[in-house]
């Protein structure tokens, strides 16, 4: 059989498909045997006898199923006949297939398959914050972090000093603003009041509450005429026509 089906691991026959030819005389007796040795247990694996007793000759075509009988016990066919006649052209065919799970571990889903899980050596774990270059990592950065946060702090603590120095100032111009005008309303005001105060006085001054009467009384109806002022009057009139008339003559 190692000619017929290919010799691999797994393989089932599952029927076997015969043909042949006898040539007889219908009163003679006959017999075929179609057959397969067993490789592993001795006998054969496989046997089928056809009785031609009877029977005239002709060609027969035959199928029968093994129910997947594993390689490895199929030994040499062979067909034999006794009595009379002959047997001409015989043809065997086996059809096959191939048994998966004749593996185990070949296909997940046969009985018996198990995960293989590789060896992995054992090793024992590695804190690494035991590793020194880790832990100078880790502590620089933390201090880079605090310097950090010293310096937007102190960053902070001035910005608020200066917000608060501008408010101050601020205060303080505007203190001075305010008291500046209010001096100025004040002094305004005062010398409102002052004002007010000088006319009332010069008010009250043009107007006393005393009244006196008058004592002296005139005898004539007119007032004597002040004859040194009108003297005075008269001579300086001469005066300067006097020194008009001069200043004509020089320029003459």
Not at 23 to 34: A, C, G, Q, R
Not at 41 to 49: A, L, N, Q
Not at 140 to 154: F, L, V
Not at 228 to 236: C, E, H, I, T, V
Request: glycine share 6%; hydrophobic share 30%.
């Amino acid at each position: 059989m190692n000619n017929v089906l290919p010799q691999q691991a797994g393989l089932q026959v599952n029927t076997v498909l015969y043909r042949y030819t006898t040539i007889k005389d219908i009163d003679d007796p006959l017999f075929v045997t179609v057959q397969n040795e067993n490789a592993v247990d001795g006998g054969y694996i496989f046997r089928e006898t056809d009785d031609w007793t009877g029977l005239p000759g002709n060609s027969i075509n035959k199928v029968v199923g093994v129910g997947g009988v594993p390689i490895d016990y199929w030994g040499d066919g062979s067909i034999v006949w006794e009595g009379e006649g002959k047997v001409t052209d015989p043809v065997v065919v086996y059809t096959y297939q191939y048994d998966t799970c004749f593996d185990p571990q070949a296909d997940p889903s046969c009985p018996g398959y198990k995960v293989e899980m590789p060896d992995i050596p054992s090793v024992d774990p590695v804190d690494p914050l035991d590793d020194q270059f880790v832990q100078d990592e880790i502590d620089r950065e933390m201090t880079m972090r605090d310097e950090d946060e010293d310096e937007r702090e102190r960053q902070r603590m001035s910005e608020k000093e200066d917000n608060e120095d501008e408010e101050v100032d601020l205060e303080t111009v505007l203190g001075i603003v305010g008291r500046s005008l209010q001096n100025a309303q004040d002094t305004a005001k005062h010398q409102q009041q002052m004002a007010l105060n000088q006319f009332s006085n010069i008010y009250y001054n043009q107007l006393p509450d005393t009244v006196y009467n008058e004592t002296v009384q005139l005898k004539d109806a007119t007032l004597p005429r002040n004859n040194r002022g009108r003297r005075l009057q008269y001579a300086q009139d001469l005066l300067h026509d006097k020194l008009v008339k001069s200043q004509y003559k020089g320029e003459r």
